[in-house]
């Protein structure tokens, strides 16, 4: 049987990306599309079939969400007991001491996931009328870790000869998940997401926004990030219930 076209995709970013080499001050790499390879291509399987309103475009994962469960801001809490999806998750090659892998088991909420993830389920009722209309992936599937403290390093903050090759291997991805999905709309979640979807696609058939991250270190998000994130939406166009 065929592979869902998600799934392959992915399978080839994450050879892709793993054949990549990061230098210091970056010592510990995560692949959530290799060790939860089961939950990520679970949700990409259920929730996948195209064509969407809009494609939701996240950075990449954060260690408390889609590090643990393999699902983009997945929060563990929202996407086991919400989305339905748990399964397997091993552990990745090299774990960081400080950032250790623990999948579903994981006890830290992660507060974007259950904000974004939240705000669905307080919106759309049921996981199906959501993912009717919208789909979330993130940009790139690496989580980078530096030195002792396994502080967290953004994709953009890689030097050139780094983020050049990744970016690239994203790039295609992201225009494979695109023409797959037929989103009308995609919409950065933070401004490096929105500007990456406006490079990468440019003369796409699609349109383009940007919504507040729902991440704790924004003081603006801090303020209610779910109807300042509904309001960006409205002001596109893209109407809610």
């Known amino acids: 049987m065929a592979l869902p076209r998600l799934v392959t995709i992915d399978r080839e970013l994450s050879d892709a990306v793993d054949r990549l080499r990061f230098a210091a001050p970056v010592t510990h790499v ?6 939860a390879r089961a939950p990520h291509e679970a949700y990409l399987r259920r929730y996948g079939a195209g064509p969407k309103e809009a494609l939701l475009l ?10 643990q469960t393999g699902v983009p801001f997945g929060e563990v809490e929202h996407v086991r007991d919400w989305l339905g999806v748990e399964a397997r998750v091993d552990k990745p090659a090299g ?23 939240g705000w ?21 599937p690496l989580v980078f870790m530096e030195g002792p403290t396994g502080k967290n390093r953004v994709p953009e ?3 050139a000869e780094e983020r050049e090759p990744l ?20 919409l950065g979640v ?29 003081p603006v998000a801090n303020r209610g990030w779910a109807p300042q ?13």
């Open 30 to 35: 995560y692949n959530p599309l290799v060790y």
């Open 229 to 241: 994130a509904e309001a960006q939406l409205a002001a596109l166009g893209i109407a809610i219930g």
């Open 95 to 117: 774990e960081h001491p400080k950032r250790p892998i623990e999948g579903f088991d994981c006890a830290r909420s992660e507060v974007s996931g259950r904000r974004l993830w």
């Open 120 to 140: 669905a389920k307080e919106r759309f009722g049921t996981p199906e009328r959501f993912f009717e209309r919208f789909f979330v992936v993130n940009y790139c």
């Open 190 to 218: 933070g401004a490096f997401a929105a500007k990456r979807a406006e490079e990468v696609l440019a003369g796409a058939d699609v349109r383009f926004g940007q919504i507040l991250h729902p991440s704790p270190a924004s």
């Open 167 to 186: 970016f690239a291997a994203c790039d295609e991805a992201l225009r494979r998940v695109v023409e797959t999905l037929r989103p009308r709309w995609v």
């Open 157 to 159: 903050k890689l030097p």
């Open 58 to 67: 996240g950075m990449n994962p954060g260690p408390f969400g889609m590090a």
